[in-house]
């Protein structure tokens, strides 16, 4: 199986032109890779520019998203950022929950599930990204952790909810470290969320994501993963040389 590509951002770059011309990159790649599907996740103020640009360009395999998103529709809440004005905007996809976020603004796993409901209403498909966030090193795996994530974010979903839908697992002492979880725990974590997911009934529609200093080096072994269906890639984002690379050996998994 063909594994998604997803690229986050964060807070980069700095002015508008050096956005424009990362995001030709990424144009670039996705004319020269049709086969893949990639997802940039640029900061809010570039998304309406970057959209004109994708539809000049005419790929179709190359979708916007956010890095976040309102836990409300509309109202007085100076600063934040609504589905429906990221839909509007062009974007088709949103992170919800990155580790950075949830340890910045101490978001509950209540206010996650509000943003992922939110998320479902504007339209937008879910990046739910879940992490032991209490366990700093390779060592353990804090699964108790990793099921109150998946199970209070995924509650009181509506029953006609049939989108495309990703849970992203990203151990917090990977993400940007330049050290990334090895196969095996990957795939330990992957079956065991999948089997999480399957108790929600949920587990044919949602694919398994992996995050966490995933870049041209670590992919060599990361795309060998049988359990996981794409990657969420950071630092590697803003470098055309890096996830070129990156969907280079993704496709050659084809």
């Not at 890095?67 to 919800?96: E, F, H, P, W």
């Not at 090193?137 to 509506?158: K, M, W």
């Amino acid at each position: 199986m063909l594994k998604k590509l997803f690229f986050n951002w964060k807070m980069n770059p700095a002015s508008p032109s050096e956005a424009s011309s990362l995001f030709t990159e990424f144009i670039s790649l996705a004319q020269f890779q049709p086969q893949i599907s990639l997802v940039v996740l640029p900061p809010y103020v570039y998304l309406s520019e970057l959209n004109q640009q994708l539809q000049t360009s005419g790929v179709t395999n190359l979708k916007l998203g956010a890095q976040d998103l309102a836990r409300y529709s509309a109202g007085a809440y100076t600063g934040q950022i609504s589905g429906q004005m990221l839909k509007n905007m062009g974007c088709q996809y949103v992170l919800i929950g990155h580790s950075e976020t949830r340890e910045a603004y101490q978001l509950s796993h209540e206010q996650i599930n509000q943003k992922l409901l939110q998320s479902l209403e504007s339209g937008l498909v879910p990046i739910l990204c879940v992490g032991h966030q209490s366990d700093k090193t390779i060592t353990e795996i804090n699964y108790p952790e990793l099921s109150e994530q998946v199970t209070t974010a995924l509650q009181n979903l509506p029953t006609e909810w049939q989108t495309e839908f990703y849970l992203a697992y990203e151990p917090v002492w990977a993400i940007g470290t330049g050290k990334t979880a090895t196969n095996p725990i990957i795939e330990e974590v992957g079956q065991f969320l999948k089997q999480e997911l399957a108790k929600l009934g949920l587990a044919k529609q949602v694919g398994i994501l992996y995050g966490g200093s995933v870049d041209d080096v670590s992919i060599q072994e990361l795309v060998k993963l049988q359990q996981i269906d794409g990657f969420l890639i950071g630092g590697a984002s803003l470098k055309p040389e890096k996830f070129k690379t990156i969907a280079q050996v993704v496709a050659n998994q084809v």
